[in-house]
Every structure is written in C-alpha cells, then in structure tokens.
C-alpha cells in the first residue's frame, strides 16, 4: 500500500479550458475526487510569467507557440487569462495528474480531462485544457510562482 502525504498541487485552467467552458466541469471532477481548493484566481499571464513557468521547454522548437498558448494570445482578447488553482489532498499531486491525464491529449486515457478535451493544433502544441503540478518539487516552485 502506498503512504499518503498530504500534498498541496498547482492546477491551471489554461485558457482552451476557458474558452470551451470547462471551468465547472473540472471544478466538479476535482471536487468529487474530494479535493480541497485552498487558492484560486483569474488571472492574465504576463510574458515572464509564461517563460518562467515554462523553463524547463525553453529550447523547444514549439516554445514561443507555448508562451502564446498559454497566454491564450490565439483565442482573443476575453480568453488571455486562466484559472490558477491550489488544491489540497491526500497525494494531490500524482492523483491529480492522473485525472488530467497524459501530456499528449491524443495519448491521454479518453475518460481523462485531456484526452477527452485537449486536442493537437495545426502548429503543433498539445492544448491541453489543464496543468498539474508534476512532482513536489514542481508543485513548491510552482505555487510560489503563481501565488
Ligand atoms: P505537462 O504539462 O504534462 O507537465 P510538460 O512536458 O511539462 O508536460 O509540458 C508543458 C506543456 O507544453 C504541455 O502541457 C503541453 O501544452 C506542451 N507540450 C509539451 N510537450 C509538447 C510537445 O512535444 N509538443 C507540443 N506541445 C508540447
Ligand atoms: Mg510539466
């Protein structure tokens, strides 16, 4: 049997969650997984925002078009902001990326936030309607980024 931590994790609505609507819907799957929000805002994602959360992909070839998605710069101007949330939990952040699912949405588990509703664009990014934290690490740096 694996040992519980309880573990705080960073999830972001990123902003094709936004503009599909599915705010409520991941809202509700995290819920009922009996998660706890203990932060959240609406936000816009400044430029050295999107570049530092994203460090780790800077020599990427497809980071500049990530930087734009996640500053929602191809949905127009009422979806250039996402949802940053904290949620709480026994192993939050393994679970939680369970339920969002694998990061190539054509990959990810269908019943999964992001193979149910991510999809590959014709440039190239995985719009994957969520981020979770990856590890505790990540999650520690991520929080302090973002809040
Ligand atoms: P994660 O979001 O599952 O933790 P990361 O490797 O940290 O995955 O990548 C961050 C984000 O960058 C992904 O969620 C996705 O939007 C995008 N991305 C990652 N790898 C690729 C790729 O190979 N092609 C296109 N986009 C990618
Ligand atoms: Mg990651």
Wanted: proline share 5%; hydrophobic share 40%; glycine share 6%.
């Amino acid at each position: 049997m694996t040992e519980e931590h309880i573990e705080n994790t960073l999830v972001i609505v990123k902003p094709d969650g936004l503009k599909k609507s599915l705010t409520g819907n991941i809202l509700t799957k995290l819920a009922e997984a009996r998660f706890m929000i203990i932060g959240a805002k609406v936000l816009r994602v400044s430029r050295p925002l999107a570049e530092q959360h994203y460090q780790h992909l800077k020599d990427k070839p497809f980071f500049k078009d990530l930087i734009d998605y996640i500053q929602g710069k191809p949905y127009g101007p009422d979806f250039e902001r996402v949802m940053a949330l904290v949620y709480k939990g026994p192993n939050a952040i393994k679970r939680i990326r369970e339920i969002a699912g694998a990061t190539n949405p054509e990959e990810a588990d269908s019943v999964s936030i992001r193979g149910a509703f991510g999809r590959i664009t014709t440039k190239g990014v995985f719009e994957n309607v969520i981020h979770a934290s990856s590890d505790a690490k990540d999650a520690e740096r991520e929080i302090k980024l973002w809040f």
